[in-house]
C-alpha cells in the first residue's frame, strides 16, 4: 500500500519543525516509501493543489490537520481518492467521529492495519462537500477566530474568546424557516441551525448525539435557546451529550433567514447569505482506518 502524507503547515499550534518530526515517526510505521507534502505550502490554495496531486500518486491520501483541512483535501481531490486522516489540529471533531486514538503513533498503526469505510457527505448549495455544517453563531465565532488568528492569537485561546464573544455579547438570533424533503417549518429567534452527519463539534463536543455518518441522512439540530440555556448545552455536551434542541432528519434541507447570517462548513468560514441548501451525498467519501 503506498501512502502518501499532506500536512497544513497551520494547523494547530505545534511548530513546523515538530509536526515535521511526529510525521516521520508516522512514516516510519507506514514504510519507507509513504512521502510529506504540504509543510511548505502557504495558503489554502496551495494546500489543495498540493493534495490533488499527491493524491494522484499515493493508493491512500493521508490528510494530517484538522476539520478544516480534511475538509480542503475532501473538495480537492477526485471523487475516486481513498483518504485517511490524521488528527495534529485543534478541536478536531473528525477524530471523534471516526473513533481514532489521542497519540498520532497509534492512528498510523490503525490506518496500517486498515479497511475502507464508506461515509455520505453533505452537498452544500451544490458547490461544496462537508461533513458539518451549521448558519448561525458558529459561522459569527469562526469569523471572530479568524480575526482573532490575524492578530496572532491562536488555538484553544482563540476559540475561547471568539466563542465568548460571540455567545456573550449581542447574541444574533434570527427568525428561520426550513424546508426538509418537502415539509416546512419554522424556527423562532434561531441561534443556531445545524446540518451535519456526525454527532462532535471540536474538543469532542458531542451536540447531535443522533447523527450518524453513513446512514443516508442529514441530521438537523436548531437551538433557539436563551443564555442560560445555550450555556448548559456546551456543558451538557462536553460532559456527556447534548439534549437540547428541535431535531430531525431528512436528505434534502434548504434554510432560510430572515436577515444574512454566516454559515460555517467544517470549521471553515463558508459565506454570508440568507439562503442555504443542503443534500446528503450517500457513500461519496471513501475512508481508511
Not at 490533488?52 to 484538522?66: K, Q, W
Not at 475532501?74 to 490524521?86: D, F, H, K, M, R
Not at 496500517?112 to 455544517?133: P, S, T, V, Y
Not at 471572530?144 to 456573550?168: C, H, N, V
Amino acid at each position: 500500500m503506498r501512502y502518501g502524507i499532506v500536512v497544513n503547515p497551520n494547523a494547530g499550534t505545534s511548530s513546523v519543525s515538530r509536526k515535521r518530526r511526529l510525521l516521520e515517526s508516522v512514516r516510519d510505521i507506514l514504510g519507507g516509501d509513504c512521502v510529506i507534502r504540504g509543510l511548505d505550502t502557504e495558503s489554502n490554495r496551495d494546500f489543495a493543489q498540493c493534495a490533488a496531486e499527491l493524491a494522484r500518486e499515493a493508493e491512500i491520501l493521508i490528510v494530517a490537520g484538522g476539520d478544516g483541512t480534511a475538509s480542503d483535501a475532501i473538495n480537492a481531490v477526485a471523487p475516486e481518492t481513498t483518504l485517511s486522516y490524521l488528527p495534529i489540529g485543534s478541536g478536531c471533531a473528525l477524530r471523534y467521529a471516526l473513533g481514532l486514538p489521542p497519540e498520532l503513533p497509534h492512528v498510523a498503526r490503525r490506518i496500517k492495519e486498515g479497511r475502507l469505510h464508506r461515509l455520505d457527505l453533505i452537498l452544500c448549495d451544490g458547490r461544496r462537500r462537508g461533513f458539518m455544517a451549521s448558519v448561525g453563531v458558529e459561522g459569527d465565532i469562526i469569523h471572530r477566530r479568524d480575526a482573532l488568528q490575524e492578530s496572532g492569537i491562536k488555538g484553544p485561546r482563540a476559540y475561547a474568546m471568539a466563542t465568548f464573544g460571540s455567545l456573550f455579547g449581542e447574541l444574533d438570533r434570527c427568525d428561520t424557516s426550513v424546508r426538509l424533503d418537502g415539509e416546512e417549518f419554522s424556527i423562532s429567534e434561531a441561534v443556531t441551525t445545524i446540518v451535519t452527519k456526525i454527532p462532535y463539534y471540536g474538543y469532542k463536543m458531542k451536540v447531535v448525539p443522533r447523527a450518524v455518518f453513513d446512514d443516508g441522512y442529514l441530521h438537523l439540530l436548531a437551538i433557539n435557546s436563551g443564555k442560560a440555556k445555550i450555556a448548559q448545552i456546551l456543558a451538557g455536551a462536553f460532559i456527556s451529550e447534548n439534549k437540547f434542541g428541535t431535531y430531525r432528519m431528512g436528505r434534502e434541507i434548504q434554510i432560510t433567514a430572515e436577515h444574512e447570517r454566516y454559515a460555517q462548513i467544517d470549521g471553515n468560514l463558508y459565506r454570508k447569505g440568507t439562503s442555504f441548501r443542503f443534500e446528503v451525498l450517500p457513500g461519496v467519501l471513501k475512508m481508511w482506518y
